[in-house]
């Protein structure tokens, strides 16, 4: 059964530095079909794709939010992390990780989705 | 990065209507293209993959069509269930950002 859970603080203040951990289960992070991506939705806004990251370490983030976040991963532990600098209340959104598969570039499997709000 | 850009961005429609989303991409995407299903304060439901692959398990109801550039989801007959906001979403390459659409909310 594939899942996947996201963790992070919940609140975080202005400027400071975001950390979201998404740990996967069902599937592996070294398998070459699969990566992971994240993607977050402000309340009551449409979703927005932030990067994906693939088995082999391939990347690609938003190009309007890439110089503030990078992505990796710690396959030993199944996990993806996200981490985002500089927050600022406009951050404030339900961030999401979801499974792709590189095959058919799609994400199947989707997390529950974390909220975060970002104020002081 | 592509924009993607749906019409219309809601819509009121009946149970039984016939129910047609359009979405253009801003630069040629070949068919990748794929249609998600959202509900309030769920997660999104992939419903069709490379512009007209229905995902398994979807309602034969959702029908996806279109290459390139425009595409389309239609919903033959509405369902109570299909009162939802439908987000479509472009994966032309594996190493170039993804980006979904604005969203089309179906609203009874």
């Known amino acids: 059964q594939v899942t996947l859970k996201e963790s992070g603080p919940v609140l975080v203040k202005p400027t400071e530095t975001l950390t979201l951990t998404c740990t996967v289960s069902?599937?592996?992070?070294?398998?070459?079909?699969?990566?992971v991506g994240w993607i977050r939705q402000p309340p009551g806004k449409a979703l927005e794709w932030l990067a994906h990251i693939f088995s082999n370490d391939e990347k690609s983030y938003s190009t309007s939010l890439e110089s503030r976040l990078t992505i990796s991963k710690d396959t030993s532990n199944s996990q993806v992390v996200l981490t985002m600098t500089n927050m600022d209340p406009v951050d404030t959104a339900t961030y999401y990780c979801a499974r792709i598969l590189r095959t058919t570039m799609i994400t199947d499997y989707w997390g529950q989705g974390t909220l975060v709000t970002v104020s002081s | 990065d592509i924009q993607m850009t749906q019409s219309p961005s809601s819509l009121s429609a009946s149970v039984g209507d016939r129910v047609t989303i359009t979405c253009r991409a801003s630069?040629?995407?070949?068919?990748?293209l794929n249609w998600y299903q959202q509900k309030s304060g769920k997660a999104p439901k992939l419903l069709i993959y490379a512009a007209s692959n229905l995902q398994s398990g979807v309602p034969s109801r959702f029908t996806g069509s279109g290459s390139g550039t425009d595409f389309t989801l239609t919903i033959s007959s509405l369902q109570p269930e299909d009162f939802a906001t439908y987000y479509c979403?472009?994966?032309?390459?594996?190493?170039?950002?993804?980006?979904f659409g604005q969203g089309t909310k179906v609203e009874i």
């Open positions: 630069q040629y995407i070949s068919y990748y």
């Open positions: 069902g599937f592996s992070l070294t398998n070459a079909r699969m990566g």
């Open positions: 979403q472009q994966t032309y390459s594996a190493l170039w950002p993804w980006t």
